[in-house]
């Protein structure tokens, strides 16, 4: 799980264990570039996104905090927590 007071991931393991067992996959973007991550224990939204789009594949990925207000901002709607589906 995220750490409290964490607001970004950037190791590349961890990420991948982050999105793997503990974050629920809740929306995407249109490009298909950004995804929308909800942790069930705190309700935070994790924005995944390569940032260095520059490099070939995206580049490194990245997962940071987002508000809710941000999410709906590039997202849409969003899914009330309750009805959010583990996705693996």
């Known amino acids: 799980m995220p750490l409290p007071d964490e607001t970004e991931v950037t ?15 809740i929306a995407r973007d249109l490009t298909g570039w950004r995804v929308l991550y909800r942790d069930p ?3 935070r939204l994790w924005q995944l996104s390569y940032p260095q789009s520059e490099m070939h594949g995206g580049g ?3 997962l940071t905090w987002i508000s809710s207000q941000v ?3 590039v997202f849409g709607p ?7 589906v583990k996705v693996h």
């Open 41 to 43: 224990k705190d309700g």
């Open 71 to 73: 999410a709906k901002t």
């Open 60 to 62: 490194p990925a990245k």
């Open 11 to 25: 190791e590349q393991t961890r990420i991948q264990q982050l999105i793997r067992d503990e974050l629920v996959k």
């Open 78 to 84: 969003i899914e009330d927590p309750s009805s959010a």
